[in-house]
């Protein structure tokens, strides 16, 4: 039975509703198609960052979870994001709600509680910006012994399980040429967008090639740009990424089970295969250092502890393998930003050249010096372009105003 637990919010209404019902499990599937004012119904423990943030941008009315936000395992972020956005969020009212709601049922939320047709038909605890700091410092006093166990994992996958250092992976052919050129690749993690749109003049100028990491790839369309290809277990991809033109890699298992193919070829788009363990963003990463890529940059990737435990991973050593064998030419998008100049072509400088020399003129122009000056200026050039067109007019001494300048010398 849950325990019930009422506090006043300031940041969030205590009431909502009533309000189309929205359920699944997987909360990233469901914001696919949640609609501003639907009540967000979910199953997710530990609520993370880029779920949150897609929550809240799609504007519930509410979020109801049926599991604990924050489990305490690690101080994760997702809830305090959805409070401060002003969304009540009740946590903990148990699976069983996905039973006692439908899809589109009109329900709402009163404090802690959840009504259908004015019956409470669920209960748990409306988190607060109070309550989620006390779940935040409880999470926070365990992170030791969970930074413990993230580094044994990751030291005991390396030692016995890993293939990305072995003979054994086998990086499929694609028909995408990477010799020598820049690639970008894209996964919707932390601040992607910003990501993308800081190097709009890097993409414009240099044209690297795009991969998507499954979401990736709308993220490229909706940053403006097409994904050359699209790298993944095609979950979290839309059709209209997949049907885009961009070559399609599914991850698949290492036993060589692919389930993303049925859906790639449901839509008559061919696609290969990439048999690996690690993440999708890794075999990305590989993919492009085992064709050719001159340079690998990375937009929204995990690198921290609490990227990875945000994912629901116990270890990152799939990550720190790949790193290790892509090397120095793998930067991320942020390195890029702050290093990278943007280049002046020959035609914007002539551009600034010729505004620069019509600025001194008019400025000498104005002033009486300056007129002067300018007279002189004309008369050399006057002089000069007069030396050029006798190279090549009619010899000045074969002129009628010659012949006659030089008769009056003699005769006087």
């Given amino acids: 039975m849950n325990v019930r637990r009422h506090r006043e919010n300031p940041a969030a209404p205590t009431r909502s509703g009533p309000a189309p019902a929205r359920l699944d499990r997987r909360t990233k599937d469901l914001t696919k198609r949640l609609q501003a004012g639907d009540i967000a119904v979910i199953k997710h423990s530990d609520i993370d960052r880029i779920s949150a943030e897609a929550l809240v941008a799609c504007r519930p009315a509410a979020v109801i979870n049926a599991d604990k936000s924050i489990s305490g395992r690690y101080p994760n972020l997702g809830p305090g994001i959805i409070v401060d956005a002003g969304i009540p969020l009740i946590d903990a009212v148990g699976p069983e709600i996905f039973d006692a709601v439908d899809e589109h049922d009109e329900i709402s939320t009163d404090g802690d509680a959840v009504l ?5 038909i669920a209960a748990g605890v409306l988190q607060t910006q109070e309550t989620i700091a006390e779940d935040m410092h409880a999470a926070e006093a365990g992170m030791n012994s969970v930074l413990v166990d993230f580094i044994d994992n990751t030291i005991e996958y390396i030692r016995k399980d890993s293939d990305l250092l072995s ?10 040429s990477f010799t020598d050129r820049h690639v970008l690749i894209v996964v919707r993690g932390y601040h992607y967008k910003e990501d993308l749109a800081m190097l709009s003049s890097y993409i414009r100028e240099y044209r690297p090639l795009l991969i998507g990491v499954d979401g990736g790839a709308d993220a490229i369309i909706e940053a403006g740009y097409r994904p050359d290809m699209i790298v993944g277990d095609m979950d979290s991809v839309s059709d209209t990424a997949l049907t885009s033109g961009a070559e399609i890699v599914v991850h698949a298992y290492r036993d ?4 993303g193919t049925e859906r790639v070829k449901s839509l008559g788009v061919d696609c290969v295969a990439f048999a690996a363990s690690g993440t999708s963003e890794d075999i990305a990463m590989l993919l492009a250092d085992d064709k050719g890529a001159e340079l690998i940059v990375a937009v929204g990737t995990h690198d921290t502890v609490m990227e990875f435990l945000d994912k629901g991973r116990k270890g990152m050593a799939s990550t720190f393998i790949t790193r290790l064998r892509v090397g120095s030419k793998l930067i991320d998008a942020k390195g890029v930003s702050l290093l990278y100049r943007q280049r002046i072509s020959s035609l914007q400088l002539a551009v600034l050249i010729v505004a620069g020399l019509v600025a001194l003129g008019v400025a000498l122009a104005a002033t009486s010096a300056g007129q002067t000056f300018l007279g002189l200026i004309g008369a050399q050039l006057d002089g000069f372009f007069g030396w050029v067109g006798s190279l090549f007019g009619p010899d000045p001494a074969t002129t009628p105003q010659s012949v006659g300048f030089i008769q009056g010398l003699t005769s006087d």
């Avoid at 259908?116 to 409470?120: H, I, K, S, V, Y």
């Fill in 167 to 176: 003979a054994e992976l086998v990086v499929p052919e694609v028909k995408t």
């Fill in 256 to 259: 060589g089970n692919a389930p």
């Fill in 116 to 120: 259908l047709d004015d019956t409470e």
